[in-house]
């Protein structure tokens, strides 16, 4: 790793064409009180890089020198070259790209799932998809038609050495840099070239000024508000391409903020937290170094949110909240859809109001529209006014009964004594919810019950399909083209909380199982995955679980996936007769070799996501989290002669999930068996 020393930095300045000022040597000291303390509490590698672009030289770097892996980050230099090599007259940009089935590739983008194979678009089209879509077919079209060691090829030339794209997306034997993608992924680069490149494609010196403009324009059609843009205002412009891998979360672009544009970059990698959900602390960390930015260069607001002046082509909750207003104050009612969006005909409903209220007709919300319309309607239900509300007393509950069950903070729950069959105690214990996760134990269950009639199944290799290793979510790491036995596969399910396991094993199994989940003879033309789900809600109805439907074999949130804590603790206690299933829950982590095509192999470990196994008595069960469910955990204990299962849906928090569960076990355990 490079010394950032002020000489260092000037020097790394110059050499990628930026105009050499002090910041380098001396982060900007608002940003440094903001974001220092936001990296030092994160559980991961950073790498941070901001400069402004206009008007001034305050700067924040971290470890800005050092490579990271991008995950689809690496798109914009590969954008950069397609639009170099435009420019060169080495490639067309309206030249026509025939779409293969052999082209497609699992992941983001539209064009896998949504286009047959024939399809025709532009090498323009494709970067567009690239870019705004992060599409990984996409991504390998313009790869294909740019040559793949084009763009580290011109990144060095640049200066960067560091920022290449290794290999096509998704086909990783394809790789021009075997050690950099053992290391890397995908690509690589710092954070550094990626404020550096941003600049010069501000100061339009990646090509000509129309090219610049059309890659700006491409990064401006990037939606994707889960990192830097999370917590900064719709109404600011953001030009940025992101990417995402298990452990992976990078974003990078320029804020057009009040005080001018600023560079942004953002890389993390190790990231001990992998969720795929909004509360991802890489994603979160992205979030509060942008929402910190901002701050800084506008002022904490923008100019809309402190005037409330909108107009056509804004949006977010403010135009909601005018839009409803305009409904409730216009008769007869425009009837606008409250969707937040700002269009011709929301604009043309405030000119109506103001003509009619004699106000200047502008087409905009402004200060006098907003004076005219009086307090704005917030939900479909009218809000009383103050006096109302200040004169009114709201009823109060009963006092807390001494010597109830603990107060907990999820949806519903259960304790159910599993040795003696009877619930302990109980809260909304009949309710349908989301279970996230929890889904496993019926995977693993119906894998177990049919390995009792053929024992040979838990030897079986396993062979993970292009569908299953793109699975999102929690993952047991296995990738397209791997196996792995049966037997070892279900640690890979229930330790890590394997989605792409799930799937792998419901692919397996699935073609040779009746509908009812009792053995069958293989067939290849059915769905193995619809098969599968069909026999864990036939097993759902053997077991009588009547608020139990299962849509999927891992839990990704489905609005017909649904079960109460009552039926999981009846199906955990079912579960649990299996010796092997009771190994698998208990165990803490565990090691496998992979093999791979051509004696390729290598070494995983899973480690269970239930952290209540580092208790003495407690052996299992299952941990779930998604945003429908909250968090979820099935949990198990035995002191003496008792067992106790615990079920506790949609708790606030991971954390609160086992404080939750620890005061109902523990409470439990103090009562009469």
């Given at each position: 790793m490079i010394r950032r020393t002020p000489l260092v930095l000037a020097t790394i300045g110059l050499l990628c064409g930026l105009p050499p000022c002090g910041a380098w040597a001396d982060n900007d000291p608002e940003l440094e009180r903001t974001i220092r303390p936001l990296i030092d509490g994160h559980r991961g590698r950073v790498a941070v890089a901001v400069r402004q672009l206009e008007g001034g030289d305050a700067a924040f770097l971290h470890q800005a020198d050092v490579p990271m892996p991008t995950a689809s980050l690496i798109k914009f230099p590969v954008m950069i070259e397609a639009y170099r090599q435009a420019e060169s007259g080495a490639v067309r940009l309206d030249a026509m790209i025939e779409l293969a089935d052999a082209d497609k590739v699992p992941g983001s983008g539209i064009l896998t799932t949504h286009f047959s194979s024939g399809t025709r678009l532009s090498l323009r089209d494709a970067i567009r998809l690239m870019i705004a879509f992060s599409d990984n077919t996409a991504t390998n079209l313009v790869l294909r038609s740019i040559g793949l060691p084009a763009?580290?090829?011109?990144?060095?030339?640049?200066?960067?050495?560091?920022?290449?794209?290794?290999?096509?997306?998704?086909?990783?034997?394809?790789?021009?840099?075997?050690?950099?993608?053992?290391?890397?992924?995908?690509?690589?680069?710092?954070?550094?070239?990626?404020?550096?490149?941003?600049?010069?494609?501000?100061?339009?010196?990646?090509?000509?000024?129309?090219?610049?403009?059309?890659?700006?324009?491409?990064?401006?059609?990037?939606?994707?508000?889960?990192?830097?843009?999370?917590?900064?205002?719709?109404t600011v412009r953001f030009a940025h391409k992101t990417g995402a891998v298990t452990d992976v979360r990078t974003d990078a672009g320029i804020l057009f903020l009040p005080a001018g544009p600023v560079a942004v970059c953002v890389l993390t990698c190790r990231n001990e937290?992998?969720?795929?959900?909004?509360?991802?602390?890489?994603?979160?960390?992205?979030?509060?170094?942008?929402?910190?930015?901002?701050?800084?260069?506008?002022?904490?607001?923008?100019?809309?949110?402190?005037?409330?002046?909108?107009r056509e082509g804004g949006s977010g909750t403010v135009v909601e909240d005018l839009q409803r207003t305009l409904n409730a104050r216009l008769e007869p009612s425009p009837r606008l859809a409250v969707d937040g969006e700002f269009g011709p005909a929301t604009a043309?409903?405030?000119?109506?109001?103001?003509?009619?209220?004699?106000?200047?007709?502008?087409?905009?919300?402004?200060?006098?529209?907003?004076?005219?319309?009086?307090?704005?309607?917030?939900?479909?239900?009218?809000?009383?006014?103050?006096?109302?509300?200040?004169?009114?007393?709201?009823?109060?509950?009963?006092?807390?009964?001494?010597?109830?069950p603990p107060l907990v903070t999820s949806r519903g729950w259960v304790v159910y004594d599993a040795g003696a069959d009877h619930i302990v105690a109980e809260h909304d214990a009949e309710e349908p919810l989301e279970m996230a996760s929890t889904t496993k134990i019926m995977t693993a269950h119906l894998v177990l019950r049919l390995a009792e009639s053929d024992p040979g199944l838990l030897d079986e290799w396993v062979t993970f399909s292009e569908t299953a290793d793109a699975t999102i979510g929690s993952t047991a790491g296995i990738r397209a083209g791997e196996r792995v036995p049966m037997r070892e596969l279900l640690y890979g399910l229930?330790?890590?909380?394997?989605?792409?396991?799930?799937?792998?094993?419901?692919?397996?199994?699935?073609?040779?199982?009746?509908?009812?989940?009792?053995?069958?003879?293989?067939?290849?033309?059915?769905?193995?995955?619809?098969?599968?789900?069909?026999?864990?809600?036939?097993?759902?109805?053997?077991?009588?679980?009547?608020?139990?439907?299962?849509?999927?074999?891992?839990?990704?949130?489905?609005?017909?996936?649904?079960?109460?804590?009552?039926?999981?603790?009846?199906?955990?206690?079912?579960?649990?007769?299996?010796?092997?299933?009771?190994?698998?829950?208990?165990?803490?982590?565990?090691?496998?070799?992979?093999?791979?095509?051509?004696?390729?192999?290598?070494?995983?470990?899973?480690?269970?996501?239930?952290?209540?196994?580092?208790?003495?008595?407690?052996?299992?069960?299952?941990?779930?989290?998604?945003?429908?469910?909250?968090?979820?955990?099935?949990?198990?204990?035995?002191?003496?002669?008792?067992?106790?299962?615990?079920?506790?849906?949609?708790?606030?928090?991971?954390?609160?999930?086992?404080?939750?569960?620890?005061?109902?076990?523990?409470?439990?355990?103090?009562?009469?068996?």
């Amino acid at each position: 790793m490079i010394r950032r020393t002020p000489l260092v930095l000037a020097t790394i300045g110059l050499l990628c064409g930026l105009p050499p000022c002090g910041a380098w040597a001396d982060n900007d000291p608002e940003l440094e009180r903001t974001i220092r303390p936001l990296i030092d509490g994160h559980r991961g590698r950073v790498a941070v890089a901001v400069r402004q672009l206009e008007g001034g030289d305050a700067a924040f770097l971290h470890q800005a020198d050092v490579p990271m892996p991008t995950a689809s980050l690496i798109k914009f230099p590969v954008m950069i070259e397609a639009y170099r090599q435009a420019e060169s007259g080495a490639v067309r940009l309206d030249a026509m790209i025939e779409l293969a089935d052999a082209d497609k590739v699992p992941g983001s983008g539209i064009l896998t799932t949504h286009f047959s194979s024939g399809t025709r678009l532009s090498l323009r089209d494709a970067i567009r998809l690239m870019i705004a879509f992060s599409d990984n077919t996409a991504t390998n079209l313009v790869l294909r038609s740019i040559g793949l060691p084009a763009t580290a090829a011109t990144m060095e030339s640049m200066g960067m050495p560091h920022t290449k794209i290794h290999a096509f997306v998704f086909r990783r034997e394809s790789s021009i840099f075997p050690k950099r993608s053992e290391e890397f992924g995908l690509g690589s680069t710092t954070a550094l070239d990626m404020i550096t490149l941003l600049g010069r494609l501000h100061r339009k010196e990646l090509g000509s000024p129309d090219a610049c403009a059309a890659m700006l324009d491409h990064l401006l059609a990037c939606d994707d508000r889960t990192k830097i843009a999370r917590f900064v205002p719709r109404t600011v412009r953001f030009a940025h391409k992101t990417g995402a891998v298990t452990d992976v979360r990078t974003d990078a672009g320029i804020l057009f903020l009040p005080a001018g544009p600023v560079a942004v970059c953002v890389l993390t990698c190790r990231n001990e937290d992998r969720r795929w959900d909004d509360s991802n602390a890489a994603e979160v960390l992205c979030g509060r170094i942008g929402e910190a930015v901002a701050a800084r260069f506008g002022g904490g607001k923008t100019e809309a949110e402190t005037t409330r002046v909108v107009r056509e082509g804004g949006s977010g909750t403010v135009v909601e909240d005018l839009q409803r207003t305009l409904n409730a104050r216009l008769e007869p009612s425009p009837r606008l859809a409250v969707d937040g969006e700002f269009g011709p005909a929301t604009a043309d409903a405030v000119r109506r109001f103001q003509r009619e209220r004699a106000i200047a007709v502008s087409g905009a919300a402004d200060a006098a529209t907003w004076k005219a319309l009086g307090p704005v309607v917030e939900s479909d239900a009218p809000v009383p006014a103050p006096d109302l509300v200040n004169r009114e007393t709201p009823p109060r509950e009963p006092a807390d009964a001494p010597g109830g069950p603990p107060l907990v903070t999820s949806r519903g729950w259960v304790v159910y004594d599993a040795g003696a069959d009877h619930i302990v105690a109980e809260h909304d214990a009949e309710e349908p919810l989301e279970m996230a996760s929890t889904t496993k134990i019926m995977t693993a269950h119906l894998v177990l019950r049919l390995a009792e009639s053929d024992p040979g199944l838990l030897d079986e290799w396993v062979t993970f399909s292009e569908t299953a290793d793109a699975t999102i979510g929690s993952t047991a790491g296995i990738r397209a083209g791997e196996r792995v036995p049966m037997r070892e596969l279900l640690y890979g399910l229930l330790l890590p909380s394997g989605n792409d396991a799930a799937v792998a094993i419901a692919e397996h199994v699935g073609g040779r199982m009746n509908a009812d989940g009792s053995r069958a003879e293989a067939d290849a033309r059915v769905d193995s995955v619809a098969r599968f789900v069909d026999a864990m809600n036939a097993r759902a109805v053997e077991l009588a679980l009547k608020q139990t439907r299962f849509a999927n074999p891992h839990g990704l949130p489905d609005p017909k996936h649904r079960t109460s804590p009552r039926d999981l603790a009846r199906l955990t206690a079912e579960a649990m007769r299996s010796p092997l299933f009771r190994e698998y829950v208990g165990t803490r982590q565990r090691g496998c070799e992979v093999l791979g095509p051509d004696e390729y192999r290598r070494h995983v470990v899973w480690r269970n996501t239930n952290r209540l196994l580092a208790i003495d008595g407690y052996d299992g069960v299952k941990t779930g989290t998604t945003d429908a469910a909250g968090a979820c955990l099935v949990s198990s204990v035995r002191r003496g002669d008792r067992w106790l299962l615990c079920v506790v849906l949609g708790a606030t928090s991971n954390d609160a999930r086992y404080v939750d569960s620890r005061n109902l076990l523990r409470w439990a355990l103090a009562q009469s068996p």
